[in-house]
């Protein structure tokens, strides 16, 4: 599984723009993509900041939505003052239904889109995690 928190802050001038971009994100991921397990948005306490918890099946699932179409398509880079994608690990007791993340090489022969979201978006698996539940 691969889950990650990520920290966003917009624009002051482009919070409709961006509320309307996460209205269709949530959409098409939960419409179109069989390996979301959990896709929200949350605003945050400081001004213009929101965070988006994904949760997929596998890192490969994770890579399918950041290249999809949907994904893609959307102007991010207009809207995004900054992003921080944080890679988190649920606790076994704590996050019923949620398993570890991981990142499994890059399979022989995987397709370009794949070589390319690897490079894009490296896991980062946290060293203390290890022996951790």
Known sequence: MTTLLAHIRIRPDKLETWEAIMEDMVRQTHATEPGVVRYEYWKGEAENSYYCLLSFRDKWAF???????????????????????????????????????????????????????????????????????
Request: hydrophobic share 35%; glycine share 6%; proline share 11%.
């Open 63 to 133: 890579y399918h939505h950041q290249m999809s179409d949907h994904h893609e398509s959307h102007p991010f880079g207009e809207v995004l003052e900054s992003i921080r994608l944080e890679y988190v690990d649920p606790v076994s007791t704590a996050a019923p239904g949620l398993v570890r993340t991981e990142d499994p090489p890059l399979p022989e022969g995987a397709p370009e889109a794949m070589r390319i979201a690897q490079e894009r978006f490296p896991l980062t698996i946290a060293s203390w995690w290890a022996g951790r539940k």
